[in-house]
């Protein structure tokens, strides 16, 4: 059986009924189960994860789509995390027995779909990408809802799907396919956005860092400190404690100390275990694969420090029975 | 006045008379200082430093080369460092009032007398290199003396300047024009490889570290422990403490420590300020840029535990007076 993860961002993190009513039609469904929903104030924007059959989410995900066309205006939309539209990114993830071939059809699939039957201009970006170009998603996103009105009558710019014209209230979406990426945060012990960013650099491919992390600085106001954001492309080249060991490096010449840090979706149970190998061997405690996802996600807590989780943000946690 | 590093190195470590009458024609010479030999037996190769007008370098240079083709024959030659040839590489390195432009001038003219005085075969590397698969030096010396032979007949490995063979007891070599690096190694407590070459794969660029690591274990045997020997080609970018703290950090699942580092050839100054700033705030000690190269030398042998290191192996330390 196929096991999919898509994980759509929707432009909205504050007003939960609001996000309640978006993300209905993606719930108590046959085929695939709605595994997190995680809404974030300071970003004003929530992450939706689902997992199972990917033929069963196609239409589903069509009708959430349309909600959040009925609910958010991005003309009026604030916050930290960039966005283009109401539903800023799609991504289908293959899990099991699916190669990345098919998520790049499912993309395709959606894609047509919400071009044409809800008037949304639609990027094919990562795997699923045309060109080069497009596979990144913060070059596709660069200029946000604000700018993509000028951004998308440009030749190099025209949508894959759809007029090249966004839709006034949502703007437009990207869908695509990828590996299991891990959105990965930590908070450091400051409100100084300057520290967050001298880590940032420090750590991401772009400024000379590891091959696969993105990282930026971002000031969390309700919270009161600073975050360094990340993704993490891919684990086993870059592990998590690896990254979280050199931000924590990096602060001692700040005098800051990491404050905690957070998965924003799903983890793949391999990513903390390699992780978890690195600190228990440190410590000379014994290390145990089969380690039930209790135990994965107490030893995470501890040497992650990770916050608001638990162990249904393990992708594994959620498959079988 | 045009001020150029040149560093030679050649295949052989350890008979110290015989590197002394190679090395001859550099010494005592107008125009430029002699600043550094560095013999290292395990790797039975040393590497020369040579600091001034590089007008005055080319003739001296091409005796020194012809020298080592007297007294080096390649089929007998054995050392942990990858070689092709008797002077194994020679890049020009722009310090001062001169352009990159200028030092790829020199090398070529270096690289035609080499070729047509002594018969050796040159492949020009880094940016002097005539294609993009000629800029890594690694790549061109794949095979080693060993494999040149068979190698250089291959229409794309056709050398620069000189006949498609090599030199039966000399091999090739490679000349070329680079910014600065930092040949720089890490002593680990340990006789284990594998571990030398896990932490490597978790710095260096081409496993997904560092952008600007390149990094290989290998077993100093007259030392009895590892290393993790790099090239670090842009110290901003990826400066020395972040390496070595990454090194230090993922030695702890090992529980093995630093024993020491060393850095082969010179370093600029500013390389060793920006690395003892780190360490200086990290202990809450006051930083003043303004200190002497004695001082300077001390602190990153405390920090760095640099070993075999004074102030001469700084570049700037060479200048001037």
Same mark, same amino acid.
């Given at each position: 059986?196929?096991?999919?993860?898509?994980?759509?961002?929707? !432009?909205?993190?504050?007003? &939960?009924?609001? #996000?309640? @009513?978006?993300?209905?039609?993606?719930?108590?469904? $046959?085929?695939?189960?709605?595994v997190n929903i995680e809404a974030d104030s300071d970003y004003?924007?929530?992450?939706?994860?689902?997992i199972g059959d990917p033929d069963e989410m196609i239409n589903p995900l069509l009708k959430f789509i349309e909600n959040a066309k009925l609910e958010i205006d991005m003309?009026?939309?604030?916050?930290?995390?960039?966005?283009?539209?109401?539903?800023?990114?799609?991504?289908?993830?293959?899990?099991?027995?699916v190669s990345m071939e098919e998520c790049i059809n499912y993309a395709n699939l959606l894609a047509e779909k919400v071009a044409s039957e809800l008037t949304i201009p639609v990027y094919l970006y990562a795997e699923a990408?045309?060109? !080069?170009?497009?596979?990144? &998603?913060?070059? #596709?996103? @660069?200029?946000?809802?604000?700018?993509?009105?000028? $951004?998308?009558?440009?030749?190099?710019?025209?949508?894959?799907?759809?007029?090249?014209?966004?839709?006034?209230?949502f703007g437009v979406v990207a869908i695509g396919a990828r590996l299991p990426l891990i959105a990965y945060n930590i908070d450091l012990g400051t409100d100084d956005e300057k520290i967050a960013n001298n880590v940032a650099r420090a750590i991401r491919k772009s400024s000379g860092g590891f091959a696969f992390v993105q990282a930026g600085p971002v000031f969390l106001e309700e919270r009161g400190h600073v975050q360094v954001t990340m993704n993490i492309l891919d684990f086993k080249k870059n592990p998590l404690y690896?990254?979280?060991?050199?931000?924590?490096?990096?602060?001692?010449?700040?005098?800051?100390a990491v404050l905690g840090s957070?998965?924003?979706?799903?983890?793949?149970?391999?990513?903390?275990?390699?992780?978890?190998?690195?600190?228990?061997?440190?410590?000379?405690?014994?290390?145990?694969?089969?380690?039930?996802?209790?135990?994965?996600?107490?030893?995470?807590?501890?040497?992650?420090?990770?916050?608001?989780?638990?162990?249904?943000?393990?992708?594994?946690?959620?498959?079988?029975?």
């Open positions: 059986m196929k096991i999919v993860q898509c994980v759509p961002n929707i !432009s909205e993190g504050t007003d &939960l009924k609001k #996000i309640d @009513r978006i993300v209905a039609p993606l719930k108590n469904q $046959k085929g695939f189960k709605l004003n924007r929530t992450v939706i994860t689902i003309n009026y939309h604030q916050g930290e995390h960039p966005r283009m539209g109401a539903v800023d990114v799609i991504p289908f993830i293959p899990i099991k027995d990408a045309k060109t !080069s170009k497009r596979r990144n &998603l913060p070059t #596709i996103r @660069r200029g946000e809802f604000e700018g993509m009105k000028e $951004k998308i009558t440009l030749k190099e710019w025209e949508p894959d799907y759809g007029e090249a014209k966004i839709h006034p209230s690896r990254v979280l060991e050199t931000v924590r490096m990096e602060l001692k010449r700040y005098q800051v957070e998965v924003i979706g799903l983890i793949p149970k391999e990513a903390l275990l390699r992780s978890l190998r690195y600190y228990l061997l440190k410590d000379n405690e014994e290390y145990n694969k089969e380690i039930s996802f209790l135990e994965i996600t107490n030893l995470a807590k501890k040497y992650l420090q990770l916050r608001d989780f638990d162990s249904n943000k393990i992708i594994e946690a959620n498959l079988g029975d």
